[in-house]
């Protein structure tokens, strides 16, 4: 095996893991902050290990600066400003800027296929 290269088998353990790391983090984020902490970085470090990436649904819930978990009104902020989602970290004030473009050309077209709609209608 080369150096890096893993088996399809040993990738899919490892998201699978992550998956579940993930979970627990969330499940016990009330009751034991740090231990949901310390999954998230049990997380990160199976993703290092095997390079792959975090499961989509996870890859926003926990902090690229400080790596804590974040848990949307108990330690994060979620805000719409100017085409951008802004989470912000109250664990160490870091604001993760992730842009909704798509989402907004997605309606745009939608919104121009119903008026086209609503022309050939009235012909």
């Excluded at 902050?33 to 890859?59: C, D, F, G, M, Q």
Aim: charged fraction near 35%; include cysteine; hydrophobic fraction near 30%.
């Amino acid at each position: 095996m080369r150096r890096g290269k893993r088996p399809r088998w040993m990738i899919d353990i490892a998201q699978e893991r992550m998956d579940i790391l993930f979970s627990l983090a969330e499940k016990e984020f009330s009751v034991n902050p740090l231990r949901s902490h310390r999954y998230v970085e049990l997380a990160r470090n199976i993703s290092t290990k095997y390079n792959t990436k975090i499961p989509l649904k996870w890859r926003r819930r926990y902090c690229k600066n400080c790596h804590k978990f974040l848990q949307t009104g108990k330690n994060s902020n979620v805000r719409l400003i100017s085409s951008e989602v802004h989470i912000k970290c109250h664990e160490c004030n870091h604001i993760m800027k992730i842009p909704y473009i798509k989402e907004k050309k997605a309606k745009r077209r939608a919104k121009l296929e119903s008026y086209l709609i609503q022309e050939r209608a009235n012909e």
